[in-house]
């Protein structure tokens, strides 16, 4: 049976190290600040900003809400961001995608700074990622699979990986920073020939394909960790799954993450880790 590698504890283990870096800034005048910059009442939106604030009442950050109406005109919003690029008080701005068709989500993200990216969406953040150097930062669900495996002790030096999914959210940048914490990487997409094939032979499996439960026994051998990335209602079960099907996987494999309750609960933590980052960084 397989440890389930539960993403409560590494949420809860970096809440603590943030409060304690938290006080240290706001002893020097500097209060960690997060904005969030929403358009509109999206269900998903809204959840995660609820989780958003909760995590960083925990960590001492505070949180600036910056809510524009669905149909707000393409003039206002751009000035709004701008604003925000320009508030010395604001550390990080998580800006909710996608944006309302009518705005410009490719401008949006180029005008964010990456200074202040602190979910990894700008060109700039992602050179950061890639080169490795302290520009921006990594997206949050890319971070969240890299604080599971440390947390857990499960060290990527040297062992082989697997990346199903290539997307800019998850796939490319975890991959990125597997390569460097010294593991060889192999990045599986919808053209990869034989993905079991691959994905049978690494040590460390992620799955972020966003396929829901499309990886199975056939996929996985003894001894290896996987984190599932994927999230989705499942309407047949009715629950949510990812993209493992963790039924047949778990008795396989010697660590796995659950969905949900895994890689999910741990990205809020990570958020607020940026935004104290980018504080300190300021300061």
Sequence with gaps: MAEVLKGMPVAKAISEELKTRSEALQAQGVTPTLAIFRVGERDDDLSYERGAMKRAEQTG??????????????ETFFKTLEELNNDKTVHGI??????????????????????????GCTDGSLAGVFANA???????????????????????????????????????????????????????????????????????????????????ADYVSDGQTVIDVGIGWNEAKGKLCGDVKFEEVEPIVSAITPVPGGVGSVTTAVLCKHVIEAAERML
């Excluded at 460097?180 to 020939?193: G, S």
């Design 61 to 74: 950050v505070t949180v600036k809400n910056v809510v524009l109406p669905a149909d707000v005109d393409s």
């Design 94 to 119: 998580l800006m909710f995608r996608p944006l309302p068709k009518h705005l410009d989500g490719e401008k949006a993200r180029q005008m964010l700074a990456p200074e202040k990216d602190v979910d």
């Design 134 to 216: 302290k520009v921006g930062f990594p997206p949050c669900t890319a971070q969240a699979a890299m604080e599971i495996l440390k947390f857990y002790g499960i060290d990527p030096k040297g062992k082989k990986a697997a990346v199903i999914g290539r997307s800019l959210v998850i796939g490319r940048p975890v991959a990125m920073m597997l390569m460097h914490a010294n593991a060889t990487v192999t990045i599986c997409h919808t053209r990869t020939v034989d993905v079991p094939s691959i994905t049978e032979e690494a040590d460390i499996v992620i799955a972020a394909s966003g396929q829901m439960e499309s990886v199975g």
